[in-house]
């Protein structure tokens, strides 16, 4: 499994931006599928964005597209959100996920730590 450490939330006002990062350890990071979640309080974990190992497919949660990108740099070894337009309702602590598959409805194998992004209005 691969090892996956998120940073870059925080505190932001309603129709600001945040970039989240995820950094992967292990030699093949490339050849996982990638993904955000989120868990607001008192909510079960959703879904976000992924993007495939191969050609970089992308998939968006319709609450998200238009206002996120995911995107990630192999030789980096890391994954990231660019958050748009964020809204309150965006709140939630953001999780990163990997695995051979990753796409809406699956659930992966290897998660990172979290974490918390708070959007004010």
């Known amino acids: 499994q691969v090892q996956l450490v998120e940073s870059g939330g925080g505190l932001v006002q309603a129709g600001g931006s945040l970039r989240l990062s995820c950094a992967a350890s292990?030699?093949?990071?490339?050849?996982?599928?990638m993904g955000w979640f989120r868990q607001a309080p008192g909510k079960e974990r959703e879904f976000v964005a992924s993007?495939?190992?191969?050609?970089?497919?992308?998939g968006y949660a319709d609450s998200v597209k238009g206002r996120f990108t995911i995107f990630r740099d192999n030789a980096k070894n890391t994954v990231y959100l660019q958050m748009n337009n964020l809204k309150p309702e965006d709140t939630a602590v953001y999780y990163c996920?990997?695995?051979?598959?990753?796409?809406?409805?699956?659930?992966?194998?290897?998660w990172g730590q979290g974490t918390q992004v708070t959007v004010s209005s």
């Open positions: 996920a990997a695995d051979a598959v990753l796409v809406e409805g699956t659930k992966p194998r290897s």
């Open positions: 993007i495939s190992w191969g050609v970089g497919m992308k």
């Open positions: 292990g030699r093949t990071f490339s050849s996982y599928d």
